[in-house]
Antibody
Framework: QVQLVESGGGMVQPGMSLRLSCEAS????????MHWVRQAPGKGLEWVAL????????YYADSVKGRFTISRDNSKNTLFLQMNSLRGEDTAVYYC??????????????WGQGTLVTVSS | DIQMTQSPSSLSASVGDKVTITCRPS??????LSWYQQRPGTAPKLLIY???NLQSGVPLRFSGSGSGTVFTLTISSLQPEDFATYYC?????????FGQGTTLDIK
């Protein structure tokens, strides 16, 4: 069965960096686009970034553009999110989510359990 | 960016009731619309994609309809496990955007 397991969350000070990982299993990882979606405490869902199946195409929310970088290693079935210059408003649970499609966005059919990132001094 | 407006924001209902949640995108999105259910402390779960396609394993009491700029999620007969928050999402263009959520609780 499809499994997505995030790791790398934690508490950091404003301005610092963090790298999240999402290890995938149970499907052909290199065939699907992958997303990061976040949820601030008590708030709704906010899409963060998308990477195509082969890593050639990447898209970002304006709120993270220039600070966050999405990447993937298809040989290790792993998705990454490098987060730099972190701000208090980046505090959230970060989910990785699989897309049904490869290049085109269809829907997020599987989600990980999430990893909490807290940015505070 | 495409804004997604859900209504109502909250809803109280009883087991066995039929409920409908509406999602209105700020521009046409064809049928690039998904619905998710999120129970407290857990990850979102896909219910409906491409406006009306039921995700594998999701009970038949869930259905989706609509196109263009008005979409609905209907639960035909509420079960205790359906009390949760529901989100719509457009995947027509980036940035992908979600509705603000509809919290369904027990009357």
């Amino acid at each position: 069965q499809v499994q997505l397991v995030e790791s790398g969350g934690g508490m950091v000070q404003p301005g610092m960096s963090l790298r999240l990982s999402c290890e995938a299993s149970g499907f052909s990882f290199s065939s699907n686009g992958m997303h990061w979606v976040r949820q601030a405490p008590g708030k709704g869902l906010e899409w963060v970034a998308l990477i195509s199946y082969n890593g050639d195409n990447k898209y970002y929310a304006d709120s993270v553009k220039g600070r966050f970088t999405i990447s993937r290693d298809n040989s290790k079935n792993t998705l990454f999110l490098q987060m730099n210059s972190l701000r208090g408003e980046d505090t959230a649970v970060y989910y990785c989510a699989k897309d049904k499609g490869a290049n085109a966005i269809i829907t997020n059919d599987y989600w990980g359990q999430g990893t909490l990132v807290t940015v505070s001094s | 960016d495409i804004q997604m407006t859900q209504s109502p924001s909250s809803l109280s209902a009883s087991v066995g009731d039929k409920v409908t949640i509406t999602c209105r995108p700020s521009q046409t999105i064809n049928n690039y619309l998904s619905w998710y259910q999120q129970r407290p402390g857990t990850a979102p779960k896909l219910l409906i994609y491409s406006a009306s396609n039921l995700q594998s394993g999701v009970p038949l009491r869930f259905s989706g309809s609509g196109s263009g700029t008005v979409f609905t999620l209907t639960i035909s007969s509420l079960q205790p496990e359906d009390f949760a928050t529901y989100y719509c999402q457009q995947s027509y263009s980036t940035p992908v955007t979600f509705g603000q959520g509809t919290t369904l609780d027990i009357k």
